[in-house]
């Protein structure tokens, strides 16, 4: 699988400014490698009034142009210049490793990009991680839906363990419990802001936090490469459940990064979140997530007056049920479709993963009952020692391990069993597809 110089969806269209793109074999501004002044101080806001962070500062985008390409459903077919892979299958079972960084890099990077990625590698040269994502080992399981498996000793024994019911998908925002706000301003690698003034993305060494910034972190235990924390308007307290605007920013920064292998997450309560503080978890992903290459199928009964190309299919032959949303070619009403599915799942308490790939342009909603039937103790004894809890990236198909003997016997039979029991049934998936979308 060779990692190539290719810009999926969306493409900007000529309403709005170009991506800002770092030519080829520059340097990334010094001020990007200078250590924050205020080592320790937390992300309140009493300690950043006054404070001056790094900004990244992209434009809105009302309007982009989404890739119509088979209802996303075949990647596997697509030709090798819109594709992710032109090896052969047997080349293919040699690939091992899948982890971004150890590819070769991408030679056109988008300024997000790349302003990230050289913050994150800062971070980690300052050893602000708990343990060296490098070193987990990563492999491709053998099968139709070439699920990738990663072993992750260190995340199982380091990750913060939740303070929350898993009962409840909506809870209040509790203060006394961990949230962004206690994080480090080291841990934060820049503010994120949206401007409908500006052309195109933008770097600042320093700006003054305003009281509705939002931060892009690093997940100081990470999955992969790249792996960040989204938390829009920190200072806010949001907690852990959708809104259209917070989506949209999430959609905007998949769209500026402008490369497929980043992937966007969002778990909610009872769907393996372990903060109440509303962010989004994003990485870097040589490899297509299975879910992505799966065959997909029209909802003939959805309609969006504002934006006619947008479309709801629901996945084919997935041990997860799933709806995906395509873009059409408006930001907004994509965030305002998905926001709306995600908050009637949130008012009948059904725990759901989304997942924002494609640059933007496609994303999977997938509710999820997997705890439900922990304490219905319909999980064989077997499958819960594995200790995998399915979030979205487990869901989307990158199976993260947490013993050695269970990564060791991986297989896709095995992936599918576990995956199994976070799906809805086929009846009750049907019922939440006429309810969300009649």
Request: with cysteine; charged share 25%; glycine share 4%.
């Amino acid at each position: 699988m060779t990692k190539r110089d290719v810009h999926v969806v969306p493409q900007i269209n000529g309403l709005v400014g170009p991506l800002a793109y770092v030519p080829d074999g520059s340097l990334v501004p010094p001020h990007a490698h200078k250590k924050n002044k205020v080592v320790g101080s937390l992300c309140n806001e009493e300690n950043l009034k006054d404070s001056s962070l790094p900004n990244m500062v992209v434009p809105v985008r009302e309007q982009v142009m989404g890739k119509r390409v088979m209802s996303f459903g075949q990647l596997a077919d697509l030709d090798v210049i819109d594709g992710w892979s032109s090896s052969s299958e047997e080349e293919e079972e040699k690939m091992v490793l899948v982890a971004y960084k150890d590819k070769e890099e991408v030679k056109r990077q988008s300024l997000v990009e790349k302003m990230l990625l050289s913050a994150w590698d800062e971070k980690s040269d300052l050893g602000l991680f708990k343990y060296d994502v490098s070193k987990c080992q990563s492999k491709k399981i053998p099968g139709r839906f070439e699920f990738v498996a990663q072993l992750n000793e260190g995340r199982a024994q380091k990750k913060r363990q939740t303070e929350f019911r898993m009962d409840n998908v909506c809870q209040e925002f509790d203060t006394k419990k961990f949230n962004f706000t206690k994080a480090k301003q080291d841990e934060v690698l820049f503010q994120f802001e949206m401007s409908v003034d500006d052309f195109t993305s933008c770097y600042e060494e320093k700006k003054i936090v305003e009281s509705n910034a939002s931060f892009v972190y690093i997940n100081i235990s990470p999955i992969e490469y790249g792996h960040v924390l989204l938390v829009p308007k920190v200072l806010d307290c949001i907690p852990q459940q959708m809104s259209m605007e917070c989506l949209l920013t999430a959609l905007h920064m998949s769209v500026e990064v402008h490369n497929p292998c980043f992937k966007f997450g969002f778990n909610t309560l009872g769907a393996y979140a372990s903060i109440n503080h509303l962010h989004f978890q994003g990485y870097f992903l040589n490899a297509p997530f299975p879910v992505e290459r799966v065959e997909t199928e029209y909802l003939n009964r959805f309609t969006n007056k504002g934006d006619r190309d947008l479309r709801v299919s629901k996945l084919l032959d997935y041990p997860v049920r799933a709806f995906v949303f395509e873009l059409g070619a408006d930001l907004k009403e994509l965030a305002r479709e998905v926001s709306s599915a995600c908050n009637k799942l949130e008012g009948k308490n059904i725990p759901y993963n989304l997942l924002i790939v494609d640059c933007g342009a496609r994303v999977f909603l997938l509710p999820q009952k997997y705890e439900e039937n922990k304490v219905a103790q319909v999980i064989p004894e077997d499958v819960l020692e594995t200790q995998v809890n399915p979030a979205c990236f487990e869901i989307g198909g990158h199976m993260v391990m947490k013993r050695a003997q269970d990564y060791d016997n991986l297989t896709e039979e095995r992936i599918c069993e576990i995956l199994s029991y976070a799906s809805l049934s086929e009846a009750e998936f049907k019922n939440i597809e006429e309810e969300l979308f009649a």
